[in-house]
């Protein structure tokens, strides 16, 4: 059974930080990227950046500079650190998978998703 686990959201006040972690199980995770989308109440679902099975990473122009992605195979996680925190960062973060790297219609596509975790930023 694949599974995306997600933990480490939570409540912030502007400007703090909070790392997210996602393991993964029930795929070969090594050759996967590893992404993760966030979707604010009553907006779109929006991509915040991948980590792919070479190491390499993208983010999103509103993360860039603040948030960092990660991996580590050996534990099957993948990791976004969130740094310099706002109000506007408050939504569910969700961790996904891709086999390949592939974008459709200007964003990139999973394959596996997991159930999300709430990150609330107060101002």
């Known amino acids: 059974e694949v599974r995306l686990v997600e933990s480490g959201g939570g409540l912030v006040q502007a400007g703090g930080s909070l790392t997210l972690s996602c393991t993964a199980s029930?795929?070969?995770?090594?050759?996967?990227?590893m992404g993760w989308v966030r979707q604010a109440p009553g907006k779109r679902r929006e991509w915040v950046s991948s980590v792919f099975s070479d190491g390499s990473t993208d983010y999103a122009g509103f993360a860039k500079g603040r948030f960092t992605a990660s991996r580590d195979n050996s534990k099957s996680t993948a990791y976004l650190q969130m740094n310099s925190l706002e109000p506007g960062d408050t939504a569910v973060y969700y961790c996904?998978?891709?086999?390949?790297?592939?974008?459709?219609?200007?964003?990139?596509?999973?394959?596996?998703w997991g159930q999300g975790t709430q990150v609330t930023v107060s101002s």
């Open positions: 996904a998978a891709a086999s390949t790297p592939r974008i459709v219609n200007g964003e990139y596509e999973f394959d596996y």
């Open positions: 029930g795929f070969t995770h090594t050759r996967y990227g």
